[in-house]
C-alpha cells in the first residue's frame, strides 16, 4: 500500500539530533504518513531545516493496536520533538 502524503509545517526554533551532533532548527515539516498493516506501525516522516535549509529526514514510529487517533500522534510527536528525542 503506498504511503499517505499530507503537509504539516511548524516553525518553531529547538534542536534535533543529526549523526552525533546537535543542530539548532527553525522549522519542521510533517511529510508522509505510513501504515504497516501487518505489524500495525504508523510512521510520520519529518524534514527538519533551518532557514530553508534542509537539515535532516527522520522517521517516527508508533506501535499500536486497534483504533488509531492521527491527531494524537501528531500531538505525541510534537512532544517528542519538542523534548528531543
Keep these: 500500500m503506498p504511503p499517505f502524503f499530507f503537509m504539516l509545517k511548524v516553525s518553531k526554533n529547538c534542536k534535533v539530533r543529526k549523526e ?9 515539516e510533517l511529510t508522509t504518513l505510513e501504515l504497516d498493516l501487518q505489524k500495525s506501525i504508523v510512521s510520520i516522516w519529518v524534514e527538519f531545516t533551518r532557514n530553508g535549509v534542509f537539515i535532516v529526514k527522520r522517521k517516527y514510529d508508533f506501535g499500536q493496536q486497534g483504533d488509531i487517533d492521527v491527531n494524537g500522534l501528531i500531538k505525541e510527536l510534537h512532544d517528542r520533538i519538542e523534548n528531543g528525542m
Design 20 to 28: 552525533n551532533l546537535y543542530v539548532n532548527i527553525t522549522d519542521y
